[in-house]
């Protein structure tokens, strides 16, 4: 069992693991090495050290409430300076860590780029290119989409 979270509900997770022995990440959560006597039960700076990961996008205001543990993994954001809730977003935290870390194979997020300004993927042998793979996904996921919706209104009949 291992506990992710993000946000506020990052910061809960990091506690809850803490507090039951289990590995937890948050992602742009508060910390909670300050606060860690309070809770019930309270925890140790062991617990937070060992068993707790906070992945925290610089720039971001939330994971700044509380000091960190040891286990913690800067990455940049590229928000722009005036946007003071940019760099707390789940997808931008995505969308950094598969530009700097790569995707091995796996498909980049079209949102990556139409959103946030990252460059489009190298594409490699005979594939379509990004922009069209964006535009087929986006096409299937809408009609995804209508199928559950006329699903739902029909009762599934």
């Known amino acids: 069992l291992h506990l992710f979270y993000l946000s506020l509900g990052g910061g809960l997770a990091l506690i809850t693991g803490a507090q039951s022995d289990v590995a937890a990440v948050g992602l742009s959560a508060p910390n909670a090495m300050l606060s860690r006597e309070t809770f019930d039960p309270p925890l140790t700076k062991e617990q937070l050290n060992t068993l707790t990961l906070n992945i925290v996008p610089v720039g971001d205001l939330i994971p700044m409430l509380d000091d960190k543990a040891n286990l913690f993994q800067n990455i940049e954001c590229r928000a722009d300076a005036n946007d003071i809730f940019g760099c707390h977003s789940s997808t931008r935290s995505l ?50 989409v209508v199928k559950m919706e006329s699903n739902f209104t029909t009762g599934g009949r």
């Open 95 to 144: 969308c950094e860590i598969m530009y700097t870390c790569g995707s091995e194979g796996r498909p980049v997020v079209c949102n990556c780029t139409a959103d946030y300004d990252y460059p489009q993927p190298i594409p490699t042998g005979n594939q379509t290119n990004f922009t069209q793979a964006c535009i087929e996904a986006a096409v299937k996921m809408e009609v995804e």
